[in-house]
């Protein structure tokens, strides 16, 4: 294989460069919950997810000896943050065996392991052993739950098992492919093609779609948390050549053999009934009534996939910032001016980016550097004809509809599924 096998990790609500590699699922802090279990007993709606023959592994120093003879790793303390300590090689409960570490962030780390039972690889969600990570955990569970009992698809991916180790929830998953973020890293960031670009774009918005009809909403969604089902690739001529030279020298690209992805990191996601006035959401996925503080919904996940798109066509992500004012000022910059409506209505932690009714930039700016981070960017339409060779137009229509500024006006997935960036290709064929 070309490219290894990953499981896609997410780093939620942190600033960072675009090119530096991203591992992490980042929980925020859990709300107050009454769910959570300790040395192996079950509680709420997440029972049958418990393996008998994957049980809680709730060891002390004085069994040391005992749990050696019986496969499981001597007992070890955990590190400073709280996160498991590990070696490759060694068992995780007597089922699994752990491979190697995919990913390390701040909810944990994320294990490759051998399941014995089922004689596969298997991706394991190691949480830290800190009441809040655990607290999320089980929110996390319940909603994977809920998406495997009803996700006829597959668009999601699917939860395999749970255990309680040695104090640290455990969530097992199936093992994927690359991320798309992942994808485009080892590609030098070269764009998909379009007809690509509408097949991931369909998938993505079902699987929206389906998220948002449960009552949903991920709240994170961006290339790290979109996986490829498979890690094969097809070699292509890289056609771009001649508006560029290639960034690593060479005149081909990879191409993901198949289009089949799945959405996973749900450590975020919130039901519709929640309170929905905090941060959400990656930086560069952000919405910009999440950015002003006037509460979100449904379509701040519709936003994200407006972002994404047009990182698969370009290979570089749209809005690449790191603090407020640079990213409203980039949006006017693509898309035009907010409204002023939601100017008014900013809440006292955005209205300092605001004077007289319209946003405060370029006076209130850091830097000359961050004016010119914004000054450079292209209007949405030039952006996308820049990169896309054919479909241009319904895409651009698309994207202006994904990138609606008031949420009450934005699209939904559902309706852009019926867009003829989709409709159209369907009567082509």
């Known amino acids: 294989m070309e490219l290894e096998l990953l499981t896609g990790i997410s780093h939620a609500f942190v600033d960072r460069p675009r090119k530096r590699r991203r591992m992490a699922w980042d929980v925020p802090p859990a709300p107050q919950v009454h769910l959570g279990i300790s040395c192996g ?26 749990k050696t003879r019986n496969g499981s790793p001597p007992w070890r303390e955990d590190d400073k943050d709280g996160h498991y300590i590990f070696a490759v090689g060694e068992n995780l409960t007597s089922r699994y065996k752990i491979h190697s570490k995919i990913g390390e962030g701040t909810f944990g780390q994320v294990l490759e392991c051998w399941d014995k ?51 640290h929830i455990c969530i097992v998953f199936e093992k994927l492919g690359p991320s798309l973020y992942d994808f485009l890293q080892k590609n030098s960031y070269r764009s998909f093609p379009i007809d690509l670009v509408r097949e991931l774009a369909r998938q993505l918005l079902e699987c929206v779609a389906f998220i948002h009809d449960l009552r949903l909403i991920h709240t994170d ?8 089902v498979s890690s094969e690739s097809v070699r292509v001529p890289d056609y771009e050549i001649s ?38 959401s990656t930086r560069h996925y952000r919405a910009p009534e999440v950015i002003l503080g006037l509460g979100w919904s449904y379509p701040c996940d519709v936003w994200s996939i407006g972002c994404i798109l047009v990182e698969l066509c370009s290979g570089e ?11 409203l000022a980039m949006m006017e910059r693509v898309l035009g001016p907010l409204p002023p409506h939601m100017l008014r209505t900013a809440d006292h932690h955005a209205d300092k980016y605001i004077r007289r009714g319209r946003l405060d930039w370029p006076l209130r700016t850091t830097s ?41 006006e934005r699209l939904t997935a559902h309706e852009a599924l019926r867009h003829p960036f989709f409709t159209r290709d369907r009567h082509r064929r």
Not at 50 to 65: E, F, G, H, N, Q
Not at 152 to 165: E, L, P, T
Not at 221 to 228: A, D, F, I
Request: charged share 25%; net charge neutral; hydrophobic share 35%.
């Open 317 to 327: 992500t749209l809005f690449q910032t790191h603090e407020n004012l640079e990213h």
């Open 368 to 408: 000359k550097e961050s004016i010119k981070a914004v000054t450079k960017l292209p209007r949405l339409q030039n952006l996308v004809m820049q990169h896309v060779d054919h479909s241009a137009g319904d895409l651009i229509d698309l994207l202006q509809g994904l990138f609606r500024y008031d949420p009450v």
């Open 117 to 167: 039972e089922t004689n596969e690889m298997v991706a394991i969600k190691v949480v830290r052993g800190m009441k809040k990570y655990r607290d999320a955990a089980m929110i996390e569970i319940d909603v994977l739950q809920q998406l495997v009992r009803h996700d006829k698809s597959g668009c999601c991916v699917q939860i395999r098992n749970w255990f309680d180790y040695r104090n």
């Open 41 to 66: 007993h079950e509680v709420g709606d997440v029972t049958s997810f418990i393996s008998s023959k994957a049980p809680s592994d709730c060891t002390s120093p004085s069994l040391d000896k005992e």
């Open 221 to 228: 969604l961006k290339p790290e948390n979109v996986l490829l």
């Open 243 to 280: 508006l560029r030279t290639p960034k690593d020298g060479s005149y081909f690209k990879r191409l993901p053999k198949s289009s089949a992805i799945k959405v996973i990191d749900f450590g975020s996601t919130t039901y519709e009934h929640q309170d929905h006035n905090y941060i959400v």
